[in-house]
């Protein structure tokens, strides 16, 4: 009886028995954060959904997870604009297994867009996204901010102090630059958003070439081997 009783202390205290390490621990908390500024239209909106949908159903997509010690991810996708306009369209989420991409990516093409337009505040979408990490009850090694855009930063805080102050906090800054609207938004998101070891930005030419270059980001963040756990 007392044995039983010490038991259920020590699980009621997170030392033994807990299956909390057994479902969030992670490989990676991946924060995905989608343009929806003025600059986007309706139809190119959607064209970012289908593509991280196309990308989340991807076989190559599962091997990535697959390669991980856990073998598991955790996600979370907001959309974007001015200052104070970001909103949560897919709370925090595990992904493990070939079921859990198919759910996600069906959710991901009948999605409603959520944000109607706005200025583009990527500083703001940055100190939105870490947030995010503190309403996780995930643990990973790595904590990635994934930013795509079609145009560079016009209001709302400055992207490198945003950028700054998730680099001191543990997390990495990656970017996704679709060039239709403003060619020089890759050398902006390189210079100015971008940040952390192993940090890169991918430019896609316009929204139609949004899915191939989404995929072959999210492949290399997810088997990107961690250089520290995240602060």
């Known amino acids: ?115 109607l337009g706005g200025e583009t505040a990527i500083g703001d979408a940055i100190d939105f996204a870490l947030d995010l990490f503190a309403r996780s009850e995930f643990e990973g090694s790595r904590r990635v901010i994934d930013v795509s855009g079609d145009g560079v930063s016009n209001r709302g805080r400055p992207v490198t102090a945003a950028r700054d102050d998730a680099l001191f906090q543990g997390a990495v800054i990656n970017g996704l630059a679709v060039l239709n609207e403003e060619p020089e938004v890759e050398g902006f998101y390189r210079n100015f958003v971008i940040g952390g070891p192993g940090a890169f930005v991918i430019a896609a030419r316009d929204y139609s070439d949004f899915a191939d270059a989404i995929l072959r980001k999210l492949i290399r963040e997810i088997t990107t081997i961690a250089a520290a756990p995240a602060r």
């Open 1 to 115: 009886m007392m044995r039983r009783l010490l038991l259920i202390v020590l699980v009621l205290l997170g030392v033994a028995g807990s299956p909390r390490a057994a479902t969030t621990d992670v490989d990676l908390q991946l924060v995905l954060a989608i343009d929806s500024s003025s600059s986007v239209s309706m139809d190119e909106y959607y064209l970012q959904l289908e593509g991280y949908a196309a990308a989340f159903r991807h076989p190559e997509l599962l091997k990535a997870i697959a390669s991980g010690p856990r073998k598991a991810i955790a996600v979370t996708l907001f959309e974007w604009s001015g200052p104070g306009r970001q909103v949560v369209n897919f709370p925090w989420r595990r992904l493990s297994e070939a079921g859990d991409l198919d759910s996600f990516a069906a959710e991901l093409a009948l999605a409603p867009r959520l944000v």
